[in-house]
């Protein structure tokens, strides 16, 4: 089966910009996540789509970043406006069940850089 | 707060050796335990995972140990090869496998 796809894999920005990123997980799967991994940490979730609808958005910085998950299947994460905190690779996942019991399944990402 | 904590941050094994890296966690309330392989410019995958109602588990040279009184869990990688060189991660959640929270990684190097 394809994997989680995400674009575009590489983004450089100037800090006040905005930016947004595209993911399309895996067909079938209904829960879709987003992660931020800065350089040399693990990931931490940003949201949680269960279909087209918000599981869990707590730990998203809601003053400048935005999710949608529009018809329950493709989703975008926007910046706006960037930070340079925010230089990190942006991780999309994608899971069978609620729950993941399965695994997630990672993208390949998209890595961030904020000048 | 750090909810998950891993160690060692790195770890170089030579060929064949055994690399093991540990993990411990704060919330009682986790239930899933899993571990990814992270390779450069590729995202996490799922590697090995453990439920807390067993103690170890072991898929070909990988093995989980749990011990749930200490709230710890180790990787074990046996006859560790140079193609297992990549950044390993620990993580934890609620619900098998929902909203992981995920150790600080280790990166691992294996010498031929």
């Known amino acids: 089966e394809a994997g989680v796809a995400q674009s575009p894999r590489y983004k450089i920005i100037e800090k006040r910009q905005s930016v947004a990123f595209w993911c399309n997980p895996i067909?079938?799967?209904?829960?879709l996540y987003w992660y931020q991994q800065i350089l040399g940490q693990g990931p931490k979730l940003l949201i949680q789509?269960?279909?087209?609808?918000?599981?869990?958005d707590s730990q998203l910085p809601k003053d400048r970043f935005s999710a949608e998950r529009l018809k329950g299947v493709d989703s975008t994460l926007k910046i706006q406006p960037a930070k340079l905190e925010d230089s990190a690779v942006y991780l999309c996942a994608s899971s069978l069940f609620h729950g993941g019991r399965y695994g997630y399944t990672f993208g390949s990402g998209t890595r961030l850089t904020v000048v | 707060q750090q909810q998950v904590k891993q160690s060692p941050q790195s770890l170089i094994v030579q060929k064949g050796g055994i690399s093991i890296i540990n993990c411990a966690y704060e919330n009682t309330a986790f239930d899933y335990f899993p571990w990814y392989q992270q390779f450069p410019g590729k995202g996490p995958a799922l590697l090995i995972a453990i439920r807390p109602d067993v103690s170890e588990k072991k898929e070909g040279r990988f093995t989980i140990s749990f011990n749930k009184s200490a709230k710890q869990f180790s990787l074990h990688i046996m006859d560790s090869q140079p193609g297992d060189s990549a950044t390993y991660f620990c993580a934890a959640s609620i619900d098998a496998g929902n909203m992981l929270t995920f150790g600080g990684g280790t990166r691992l190097m294996v010498k031929p």
């Open positions: 067909s079938g799967h209904a829960t």
């Open positions: 789509f269960q279909n087209n609808g918000v599981v869990d």
